[in-house]
């Protein structure tokens, strides 16, 4: 069965620094892969997708990501973090049927000023 | 206005007690889901619809029943709450497409059962 795996549960950044979030995942073919954000208070917002072409995806706010193949991961990255961005992080892929989504566990992130 | 809304935004309940959240979405979609998530595990899938007349279980739905009311308009019902339904959950939409899997959410429900 497909899975995804986030294996930081909380990290801490300094503002202006760059940002890394590692995301794994289990799919028996070229998957379609996605993060999203939950910002505090609200719902989840799609940040980004990747479903073919160009591995490296572009996304909003300034994030983006990177399919590895070789590596099941799928990165999100972010050159310079903004105190905006604490928030938490999930990965997700989709499921065995029905168009549907399986989440990873999610990474919160805080941003010290 | 938010595309898609939940209320109430937070409850607090105690054991025992029935409960109803609700969920309307005014983006058209057919597709409707209940999430319900808790720290270090994500979101679990609840219940999903495909449309009016289909209601499925999601991977967690013990203790959960829902109603389509209509295409916008998706309830979660808590029959009898235990304080380990404590979480916050979510309702999204996604489009009636093979190849979308985009889901749109609301803010979310935040419900403390005691």
């Known amino acids: 069965a497909q899975s995804v795996t986030q294996p930081d549960i909380h990290i801490t950044v300094s503002e202006g620094a760059s940002l890394e979030l590692r995301c794994n995942y289990s799919y028996g073919a070229t998957p379609y892969l996605f993060w999203y954000v939950q910002s505090p208070g609200q719902g989840l917002q799609l940040l980004l997708k990747y479903f073919s072409g160009d591995t490296l995806v572009q996304g909003i706010k300034g994030f983006e990501a990177e399919f590895k193949r070789s590596q099941s991961s799928f990165n999100l990255r972010k050159p310079s973090v903004h105190w905006s961005d604490a928030a938490e992080y999930f990965c997700?892929?989709?499921?065995?049927?029905?168009?549907?989504?399986?989440f990873g566990g999610g990474t919160r992130l805080m941003v010290k000023p | 206005d938010a595309d898609v809304t939940q209320t109430p935004r937070n409850r607090i309940t105690k054991t025992g007690k029935r409960i109803m959240l609700e969920c309307s979405q005014t983006?058209?979609?057919?597709?409707m889901y209940w999430y319900r998530q808790d720290p270090g595990l994500g979101l679990r899938l609840i219940y999903y619809?495909?449309?009016?007349?289909?209601?499925n279980k999601g991977e967690i739905s013990d203790g959960y029943s829902v109603s389509r009311q209509a295409q916008a308009k998706f309830s979660l019902s808590l029959e009898s709450a235990i304080p380990n339904q404590t979480a916050l959950y979510f309702c999204?939409?996604?489009?009636?497409?093979?190849?979308?899997?985009?889901?749109?959410f609301g803010p979310g429900t935040r419900l403390t059962v005691t």
């Open positions: 983006k058209g979609h057919d597709r």
């Open positions: 619809s495909f449309d009016v007349k289909d209601i």
């Open positions: 999204a939409t996604s489009e009636n497409r093979g190849s979308s899997y985009e889901q749109y």
């Open positions: 997700a892929v989709p499921r065995d049927a029905g168009n549907m989504l399986t």
